[in-house]
Each structure stands twice: as C-alpha cells, then as structure tokens.
C-alpha cells in the first residue's frame, strides 16, 4: 500500500508529538502526580504509535508500544516517576527523533539498534510495574447502535470492572458516556488510518474508555468495517457524531447514551481490583471534564466540520512573497510616473493620482497579510531547550532552572529557521559560565538553584530575545588577561581598555575563557557564532552583566526580511536607503555646531555628544558636497550607541523590497542589499547596525 502521499503529513504531526512528549515528560518529572499531564503523556505516545504503525514504520511502532506500556503503568498508578525513568524515556525520544530524521531524508527509519532502551523501558516494569490493570476484554461482535438513552449494558461490549467504575464516576459528574458504533466504508483501502484520524478527532474532546475490537488490533487492521468505542465527554451526541463522521471514508457513526451506572461488585476480589485501578477512573475524569489545553495551529485538530487552519509549503509562502515584491516594484514604477510636468497633464494626474492611492492601500494591505501568514510563534524554538536545560544540569552538576516568557511573540519564518543555534548557545554559555557552583551562590548569599531566563517581546519594528540569568557576570580583567595570554591584545592595550571593550573579545573566533575544553564548551565556538548569525539576520547583539550578580544577552532582530519601509537618502547622484527601523531622528545642523573629539567630529544633540560619519568619503562617491551652512544628518542608533550619518539630501519614505546581492558580488559589510526604484534604477541599502 503507497502511503507515501502522507509522508509530510506524518513527518509534520510525528515532530509535534515528540515535542509534547518532552515538554510534558519535563513538567511530569517535577510534579509526577498531575494526571492531566499524564493523560497528554498517554494520548501523544499512543498517536504516534498509531501513525508509524499506519505508515508501516515498525521499528518506531515498537519502541513507542514499549513507551506505552510504561505510561499506562505510570498512569493506572502501578509505577512510580523517577529521574532514572524520565531519563530512560528521554533516551527513547532521542531515538524516535533519529528514526524521523532518516526517514525525512530517505524514506527509511534506518536499523538503529534500540534494544537496550527497550530492555531498560521493560526493566521498570518488571520491577515496579504489576502489569495492566485491564484484563483482555474477550472480543464480540457489537450490535447495531441507536441515537436513544440507555441504562448501563455491557452484554454486547464487555467491559472490566475498572471501566464500569470509570463509567459510573463518569455519570457522578453529570459527563455525557456515549456507546458508538462507527462504520468504515467498504472500498477503504487504509481503514487503519481512518480509525486512528477518528480517535485523533475525539482527543481533547472526551476520553476513549473502551474500544472493540482493541485499539492495537485496530491499528493492525485486525478488524472488518466496523468498530464501536465508549466515550465520556461533556459535548452532546450530535457533536461527538459529527467529529467521527468529519473523517472522510467514514460511512456512518450511531450509538446510544449510558445513562444509569453499572451495579457495584461488593466480592473482595472486585474491590481490591477497584483499589488497584482507581488511578485510571481519576485520570477519566479530568480529561473529560475540560476540553484539551490549547494546541499550535499547525496541529490541523478540526472542531466540528470547520477546520481553521491548513499547513502551507514555505516555498509557496516565497513565491506569494515573491509577487507581492514586484507588485510593490510595479506600484513605485506607477507613483514615478504620474509625476508628468504641464498644466495640461493636471486632469490626467488627479485621477492617476487617486488610482495610485487606491493600488498603494491594497498593495499595503496585501503585504501585510501575506507577512502575517509568514509569522510564526517563537514558541517553535524556546519548546526545544527546557529538555537541554535538563541535559545540562545532570551534565554540569549545577542546579539550575529555566524561566521563559513571550513564547507568543511572532517572527518572520526565515528568522525562526536561523536563531536556535544562538539561543542555544546563549543559554549553554549561561549554564557553564555564568552560573557558579552552589557552594559559591551559598557563600554569596544566593539561592543553590541557579536560574535562567529566556525573554522574547515586541519593540517597535523589532523583536528581542533577552537571555540572562543571576549568576557570576563576566569578569572583565579575567577576559583581559585571557585575552594577553592568547596573544589577541598586548597588556597595554588590555590596561587601557573598557569594560565595553573587554566583553566584545568574547565575540571573536576562537575565544574562550574555559580552562579546559568539554562538550558543553571551551572551544570557542560559542559567541562568534551568535554574533555573525545575528548580524546575518540584520540584527545585533548587546552585553549588560553585573560582577557577582549575573549578566543580559540581548538579540535585536527585525520582524522580517523582506519588505521594509526606508528613508531614501541622496549622496551625489546616487541614491541610498536606510531603514527606518534604525533611525532615531532627522537633524539639520548648522556646520559652526560641529566640534572634534579626538580629531574626529561630533555634535552635541540634546545632552548626548554624537559622532559624525560623513557616508560620502565612506562610499567612495564621486564629486564634491555643495557648500552650506548647513548639514543634513540621519541619526541612527544601535542598542544604547548613536551615530549621526551626513548625507547631500533627502528624498522621503518609501516602502522597499529588499533584494540579495548575491554571494558573487563582494561588496563592504555597510551594504546589506539592494532595491529597485520606481524608475528601475538600483539603490543599494546601508546597514547602520554595522556603522554604529
């Protein structure tokens, strides 16, 4: 059977669910009691083993069934949660991970031996585990189902003690239990898939008590057409019916509601089953009682017949992007030419003119909204580093814990391919330098346990990503000295440097203050990676560390890279533009203001004294500037420095589409791109950050 047309789709919902398996196994090991975690625990192994069960992954099918059994124990209250089982279980999404990398890029799961992860997965249950806790339900043939009430009947569909007790703790708390048959058209070809999409549909709406045949002979596709589940749920009937039938080659859904509870056992036997499976009751009913926490977008979960959202290939995304950009290029052409001279040409520009106005509101509009698409939580990158956290505590033999806010925060999906690597390195660099031993913060009056946080939020045009945390600070003269030692700055040049100027050494190749080298750093890979990726991204980086009280990674990047409003600039007869995202005011000043610091020029603008970069000798333009007693200078800023840019003249804002030079043309760092103008000619784009 081809499958191979849900590949993406399977690739796409496999990342998620192992995403959730480490964020829940993270929050299940500091509160191993929290049954709602549990039963996010159970529901995302379960629907993964599905689905590689479904795409005919066997090696992933097994390791996750093995995972599954550990989680049901966890979950009917036989075995207890541990560091050495969360760090077992780790190992297991490891190696799910790897079997979803080699299948991405060739189709194959691989043969990566797993087996002492399984052994290790089993051991636990042979020791602490007691086995299931439901016995097999003999396997019938479920009758036709109606739409009416009904008392508690499982002559039919046989069901353990435990299940009956989960059905009448159910209808204590006035949940709705619903008996349904569901019927898979005949000519199906991948019947299995289509039961695993309508348990899929059902999560977060109620909980599945009970399936005939059993769920794992559903996903073997040991059953004919029909299958009939218990679900509890606080929705009506008609809801849960249309959820299963929103799943194509789905023939028809009927059932009946269980409306009276099953008679309680009073034999010894019973009630000592009931005891060992009460864990399974308990966990039924906050499931059911409250609908499932909110999911990302991506996840597809259809409510009722609507589905609100669809995955879209990036590379359909560019291409949009790709004609909104000539869409604005033909707007900017069509502004350039209504400017026509005479008397005679001012009916006609009047109403070109309006026409202009009109496509520029929609052309605007139209960006906007295809950028919105573009946009994507950062949440998609901070998920992946609570478990690396975890990693490096064990790893360093520091306590430490990790904060993060503002996973809501959007960034332009190029921008959130590219800044894991940084924050990754940030935070590594934070758990091995910057937090001390818990000798050290108890003698310094601090708390043992270190702590990290991970800030994203808006700021104008821009995004920042703040990483910091409450530990030892940069020590600037240990940098200095580490710095002579290497040979990068003579003692006098370290005797007379800033602080400022000490923490940007931390930023070159090679550089480390690591005594000896491990596989959390020392290698000098760290901080340079993070500056030239950042500066790639049109962005920069900014160092405030405090001696003995911690220090602030702040990452400054721009919403997006594609489309960007611009002040147009002139120097000569060239043109140029600057983005507006950079510029901190416009200033005319009168040439008698300029002073000298240093032999170089200034201007001393409301209390802060700012240096002058004249971009005519910095670009090389030909001519001579006409004499005035004026200057016009752009005063652009980066983090809390300031420089004022000298320019001939200014043209206005414009809305610009930023084009890439390309790697052949080899050009100054203080030119980031270009654009087309209206007239076609070509302006190149300044990046400040680079001259401040």
């Known amino acids: 059977m081809d499958v191979s047309q849900y590949l993406e789709i399977f690739l796409d919902e496999s990342n998620e669910h192992l995403q959730t398996l480490s964020d829940q196994l993270i929050i299940l090991e500091k509160e191993p009691d929290n049954s709602d975690t549990i039963n996010e625990i159970f529901r995302a192994a379960h629907s993964l083993k599905g689905m590689a069960g479904t795409m005919g992954y066997k090696r992933m099918q097994n390791l996750t069934h093995d995972m599954e059994n550990v989680f049901s124990e966890v979950r009917n209250g036989n075995m207890e949660v541990n560091s050495n089982l969360v760090d077992v279980l780790f190992q297991c999404l490891d190696a799910l991970e790897t079997y979803v990398d080699n299948i991405r890029e060739t189709q194959d799961e691989g043969t990566d031996d797993n087996e002492p992860i399984i052994k290790a997965l089993n051991a636990f249950i042979a020791s602490e585990g007691k086995g299931n806790a439901a016995p097999a339900a003999k396997k019938e043939e479920a009758p036709a189902a109606t739409a009416s009430a009904a008392p508690a009947d499982d002559k039919d569909m046989p069901l353990a003690d435990f299940e009956k007790n989960a059905v009448n703790e159910a209808l204590k708390k006035n949940l709705h239990v619903y008996k349904i048959k569901v019927s898979v058209d005949e000519n199906c070809i991948l019947k299995a898939a289509r039961a695993f999409l309508v348990f899929k549909n059902l999560e977060g709406h109620g909980d599945i008590i009970k399936s005939e045949p059993s769920v794992q002979d559903i996903e073997d596709e040991k059953f004919d057409f029909d299958f009939s589940i218990i679900v509890v749920t606080e929705e009506k009937y008609d809801n849960i019916i249309a959820l299963i039938k929103n799943v194509s080659e789905i023939k028809d859904a009927a059932g009946q509601e269980i409306t009276q509870p099953f008679p309680e056992e009073q034999t010894e036997e019973a ?45 359909k995304l560019d291409v949009l992007m790709n004609l909104v950009s000539e869409l604005i290029i033909a707007k900017n052409g069509l502004v350039s030419a209504s400017h026509v001279e005479g008397d005679e040409a001012a009916a006609l520009n009047q109403s070109f003119t309006e026409q202009i106005e009109y496509l520029e509101r929609v052309t605007t509009n139209l960006h906007e909204s295809v950028m919105k698409v573009r946009m994507m939580p950062i949440e998609s990158v901070f998920s992946r580093f609570p478990r690396m ?109 800033t602080d400022k100027e000490a923490i940007d050494l ?87 203001d300029i002073k000298y610091v240093h032999a170089k020029e200034v201007i001393h603008l409301r209390g802060n004294v700012i240096p002058l970069i004249r971009l005519r000798d910095l670009l090389d333009v030909p ?48 030119i980031s791109g270009a654009t087309i103008l209206g007239d076609g000619s070509v302006a190149l784009i300044i990046d400040a950050n680079t001259l401040v």
Request: net charge negative.
């Open 389 to 497: 956290i975890r990693d490096l505590n064990k790893k360093l033999g520091k306590k430490m814990e990790l904060y993060m806010s503002g996973e809501d925060t959007e960034l332009d999906r190029t921008v959130i391919d590219e800044i894991g690597d940084p924050i990754m390195h940030l935070l590594r660099n934070s758990a091995d330098h910057g937090l001390e031993s818990a000798e050290i913060r108890k003698e310094r009056g601090k708390s043992e346990v270190g702590s990290i946080f991970l800030d994203a939020f808006q700021e104008g045009n821009n995004v920042v990503i703040e990483v910091r945390d409450d530990g030892n600070g940069i020590d600037t003269e240990k940098v200095k000295a580490k710095a002579v030692e290497k040979g990068t700055i003579t003692q006098e040049q370290a005797d007379v440097m």
């Open 506 to 592: 931390l930023f070159r190749p090679s550089f480390s203050t690591a005594e000896k080298v491990t596989d959390v750093s020392g290698r000098g890979v760290g901080l340079d990676v993070v500056k030239s990726k950042i500066e790639a991204l049109g962005g920069d980086v900014e160092v405030k560390t405090k001696y003995g009280e911690g220090s602030t990674f702040s990452i400054r990047l721009p919403l997006t890279l594609a489309i960007i409003q611009a002040l147009m600039v002139k120097l000569g007869d060239e043109k140029y533009a600057i983005s507006l995202g950079s510029i901190e005011t416009i200033e005319d000043i009168p040439v008698s």
């Open 271 to 315: 009630k000592e089953e009931k005891k060992e499976t009460s864990a399974v009751s308990q966990t039924a009913k906050p499931a059911a009682a409250k609908p499932a926490a909110k999911k990302p977008a991506s996840t597809g979960k259809t409510s009722g017949s609507v589905s609100h959202t669809v995955r879209v290939d990036i590379e």
């Open 623 to 670: 001519g001579e500037p006409e004499e005035s007693e004026n200057i016009t200078v752009v005063v652009v800023r980066k983090g809390d420095k300031q420089a004022g840019l000298v320019v001939d003249s200014l043209i206005g804002q414009m809305e610009i589409v930023i084009k890439s030079l390309g790697k052949y043309i080899r050009i100054n760092k203080m």
